[in-house]
């Protein structure tokens, strides 16, 4: 049976992106040597890098001025690398699920954190629109998508002071205006690789501009020391991960890039959607002018509650997969990200509808 990947992350990723993997760690770039047991110094390996970084700046059309960077620790590590390198004094968060609060916990360990709203009162179904940003903060911190909830930010903010945002779930999935932010972050396992690698863009005057004394490894500026060393590689990168990125990447651009891929969610996206609203199975939970593109998010409707399991298995007998809600929110969750195809969409949308045919 044809399986139907809905997994939150990781996630399904391109077929060819994985088959290229595949080859790769048998022989990578006609080498004769398998990408897992190449040296990370090999031009051909420079080349990956090179050409990853390169799909980077022209899919997101990333200004001169910033700096790219693949790390390892996943975008965990980012909640406090952030404020190691950019709080000197106070920092302000918008509070919007339980990424958002875990990364202004972490900046608490080096200073001041203002949560200038938070969506914490109705469980996160919502993004709060009515707030104020501190001028007198050193950053303001927002998470674009909430994967586990399904709100979404649509657009890239006005900020009056820098914005750093973390894209790990939405990253890829439309067009962004990169000067908008003084940072993106996230990371690799939804819609550009397997888990292992995160991304950092940011602009290059933060790089450095900490007046904390840094371990290597934390400093922004170890990863991008200068123009001349940029790729410095100061560790070990995570070949593998950043092997099926650029693969992943390479496919998204074929495909014509993120006004292609925009277009794509946002079909994939109103035809559940337009399920969820029409079936009387069922009703969304997040505010409808706040869903998500990436992450839907449903619940039996009242007085259908003792249905869930039923409709669960009624769904993996089907080939749907990793359609679970998270335990925070219940119910059920299909992630529709860049890989999914409209197919997946279509199964799970007959799937609804035959589950309300047999209860009706
Ligand atoms: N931020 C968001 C929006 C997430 O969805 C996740 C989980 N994938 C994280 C941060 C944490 O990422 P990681 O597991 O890479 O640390």
Not at 18 to 43: C, K, N, Q
């Amino acid at each position: 049976m044809k399986k139907h990947n809905f997994n939150a992350g990781p996630c399904v990723l391109p077929r060819q992106a994985v088959e290229s993997a595949i080859e790769a760690i048998r022989d990578f770039d006609g080498t004769g040597i398998g990408l897992l047991e190449i040296s990370h110094r090999t031009p051909g390996w420079e080349r990956i890098m090179a050409e990853t970084e390169q799909l980077w700046r022209e899919l997101l059309n990333i200004p001169e001025e910033y700096a790219v960077f693949f790390v390892g620790g996943g975008a965990s590590t980012q909640f406090f690398q952030v404020p190691a390198n950019l709080l000197k004094g106070k920092a302000a968060y918008l509070q919007t699920g339980v990424w958002a609060k875990k990364a202004a916990k972490e900046a608490k360990y080096y200073g001041d954190v203002e949560i200038v709203a938070s969506s914490e009162d109705k469980n996160y179904t919502y993004i709060p629109k009515e707030y104020t940003i501190p001028t007198d903060a050193d950053y303001f911190h927002i998470t674009t998508n909430n994967t586990i909830y399904g709100t979404e930010l649509h657009e890239d903010i006005d900020c009056p002071i820098t914005l750093v945002a973390d894209m790990s779930s939405d990253i890829m999935s439309r067009p962004v205006d990169v000067k908008k932010y003084g940072m993106i972050y996230g990371g690799a396992q939804k819609n550009v690789g397997p888990a292992g690698v995160t991304f950092v863009i940011i602009r290059k005057d933060l790089l450095g501009s900490s007046e904390r004394k840094l371990q290597s490894m934390v400093d922004y500026a170890t990863h991008y020391p200068d123009e001349a060393r940029n790729r410095s590689m100061y560790n070990t990168p995570p070949v593998f991960p950043i092997f099926v990125m650029h693969e992943t990447l390479k496919w998204v651009k074929e495909l014509g890039g993120l006004e292609v891929m925009y277009k794509m969610n946002k079909e994939k996206a109103e035809l559940l959607y337009n399920e969820i609203d029409r079936n009387s199975m069922f009703v969304g939970t997040a505010v409808k002018e706040d869903r998500s593109l990436m992450n839907v998010c449903f619940v039996m409707a009242p007085g259908k509650e003792d249905l869930q399991d039923e409709f669960f298995n009624f769904a993996k007998e089907r080939g749907m997969v990793g359609i679970k809600g998270h335990r925070s929110v219940g119910g059920f969750r299909a992630s529709l990200y860049n890989a999914c195809p409209k197919e997946s969409v279509e199964a799970l949308v007959a799937c609804m509808q035959e589950f309300e045919n047999l209860h009706k």
